[in-house]
């Protein structure tokens, strides 16, 4: 089989029972239970072949997701598919039916190097493969020396932006699907929660305290964490660029905490080309009619459309005639901030085309059906909506 799915899953803050993540927050063995036979539950929904996880504290609890998963999906396997006795059960409706077995597949999974005590705990990533692996995973987070972003080189005063590690990691692996190797990313980009100076002391930021409201500086804490975002946005760019570079198909998945059009995602998707860059002027004209050639505009284009990668939920809202998807509702918005990006190779009109994506979907009803604000359905179930893309590779096509 060179079909295959592909789906980005955040669990919500995965971790096992009795345990402390965050301050105060912890499952009890029932509420934990609770939380597992949910996950599992929307696991067989899907079905995916390769599944990107993210918020996850503990591969043991992902792990025993996973098991109760196979479990259900047997399960359902017995009532739905004919035995062999049957003279119809070969007919295509039944391996629509069929839940494939996680059994033979494998985890990779990245900790956070943030990681800390049990109140004070971070999420890391983790993809699961029923084709296993190519080589070893993995892991972007620590820079090994500090990055410095410069916001300008003309002004000596203009500042610069400051990482040395990624507030979640990024896993990179390479996962064989037919004939070809695909390079996959999963990645959890710093939340739009804000980033505020604690004092010298260690006490709490200010700006926490909302029975003293301070929005200038909720608003600076903001402004952090969209530079962070950005930035690790920039280095994941820099990490599919290379990758590009080899030829390798890549695909990118996970929670993205913005939008598609948002400049955090269109730095990871790349630039879109201009339909022609005739007309624009050369960056080193020496005359107002000095442009681009017609070789050069179309030179241009390919550079960019080589390393420029396509989101599936655009994909299929051009495809489908749709015009609204949403993997997440908070505050009353709605808005898709789980993606799955992909290089041409899955475009058809490449004329490198491996495959394409025949169909996308989007587990989010319980976004909406009313359950999800009441506790305690809030704490155990995803706060996001589970997304997929159906991948066809070319001699399934032909």
């Known amino acids: 089989m060179t079909g295959f799915t592909i789906a980005s899953f955040n669990a919500k803050n995965l971790i096992g029972p009795d345990s402390e993540y965050y301050r105060f927050q912890s499952y009890t063995q029932e509420e934990y239970a609770w939380k597992r036979d949910w996950l599992a539950d929307q696991m067989v929904t899907l079905d995916a072949d390769i599944v990107g996880f993210q918020e996850v504290f503990d591969e043991t609890a992902l792990g025993d997701v996973v098991t109760l998963a196979d479990t259900y999906g047997a399960a359902q396997n017995g009532f739905s598919l004919p035995d062999g006795t049957k003279s119809y059960r070969k007919r295509a409706i039944f391996d629509k039916l069929a839940f494939g077995s996680y059994r033979e597949a494998e985890i990779a999974f990245a900790p956070n190097m943030n990681d800390g005590e049990a109140g004070n705990r971070r999420p890391g990533v983790a993809i699961l493969s029923r084709f296993g692996f190519v080589g070893e995973p993995e892991i972007i987070q620590d820079l090994g020396q500090p990055l410095d972003i410069p916001f300008s080189d003309r002004d000596e005063d203009a500042g610069f932006f400051r990482i040395s590690r990624l507030s979640r990691p990024i896993l990179k692996v390479r996962v064989p699907v037919g004939d070809h190797v695909i390079t996959v990313f999963n990645c959890h980009l710093k939340s739009k929660l804000g980033e505020f100076v604690r004092p010298d002391d260690g006490g709490t930021a200010s700006e926490i305290d909302l029975t003293a409201y301070d929005p200038v500086g909720r608003a600076l804490g903001s402004a952090r964490a969209a530079m962070r975002r950005m930035a690790e946005a920039w280095v994941l760019r820099g990490a599919i660029v290379q990758e590009l570079a080899l030829g390798n198909p890549v695909m990118v998945l996970g929670?993205?905490?913005?939008?598609?059009?948002?400049?955090?995602?269109?730095?990871?998707?790349g630039?879109?080309?201009?339909?022609?860059?005739?007309?624009?002027?050369?960056?080193?004209?020496?005359?107002r009619g000095d442009r681009y050639s017609e070789a050069e505009a179309a030179q241009i284009t390919e550079d960019i459309e080589a390393v420029r990668l396509?989101?599936?939920?655009?994909?299929?809202?051009?495809?489908?005639?749709?015009?609204?998807?949403?993997?997440?509702?908070?505050?009353?918005?709605y808005e898709s901030i789980d993606q799955i990006y992909m290089s041409r190779h899955f475009l058809p009109e490449y004329t490198g085309s491996i495959g394409e994506m025949t169909y996308f979907s989007v587990l989010n009803d319980h976004l909406t059906d009313g359950s999800h604000p009441e506790a305690p359905y809030n704490k155990l179930a995803s706060d996001h909506g589970q997304i997929m893309a159906h991948m066809t590779l070319k001699g399934d096509l032909e």
């Open 271 to 287: 630039e879109h080309p201009f339909k022609n860059y005739q007309w624009m002027l050369r960056h080193d004209a020496t005359h």
């Open 255 to 269: 929670d993205f905490n913005d939008t598609a059009s948002a400049v955090s995602s269109e730095i990871i998707s």
């Open 310 to 333: 396509h989101a599936a939920e655009k994909l299929f809202v051009r495809k489908s005639l749709r015009d609204m998807v949403f993997t997440a509702a908070f505050g009353g918005v």
